[in-house]
């Protein structure tokens, strides 16, 4: 099992900045990728940002150049850091992990990123 939780939401001003974090726990050595995903109202889940554990990284097209996704193996965490915000990327954000060798997902709790003047 993996447990994932996440931190660093909040309330920002368009043009602004945030930085989340995903610790995860328990079988850890077992982890593939972790990854961002976010979903805004009446919308589909989509993928923001995935690292793999050999630190290949891929974005969601529209989101290069704004957000990075970079790893802490010191503190199991993954962190995204998210610049020039705007209104549109207001969703809850979700920490996800794949297991080897199942390839099982698991996802933490989501925390709310909130654009607005």
């Known amino acids: 099992q993996v447990q994932l939780v996440e931190s660093g939401g909040g309330l920002v001003q368009p043009g602004g900045s945030l930085r989340l974090s995903c610790t995860a726990s328990?079988?850890?050595?077992?982890?593939?990728?972790m990854a961002w995903y976010r979903q805004a109202p009446g919308k589909q889940r989509e993928l923001v940002a995935r690292?793999?554990?050999?630190?290949?990284?891929n974005y969601a097209d529209s989101l290069k150049g704004r957000f990075t996704i970079s790893r802490d193996n010191a503190k199991n965490t993954v962190l995204l850091q998210m610049n020039n915000l705007k209104p549109e990327d207001t969703a809850v954000y979700y920490c996800?992990?794949?297991?080897?060798?199942?390839?099982?997902?698991?996802w933490g709790q989501g925390t709310q990123v909130t654009v607005s003047s």
């Open positions: 690292i793999t554990k050999s630190d290949y990284t």
């Open positions: 996800n992990a794949i297991r080897m060798p199942t390839m099982q997902n698991y």
């Open positions: 328990g079988s850890i050595n077992s982890i593939y990728a």
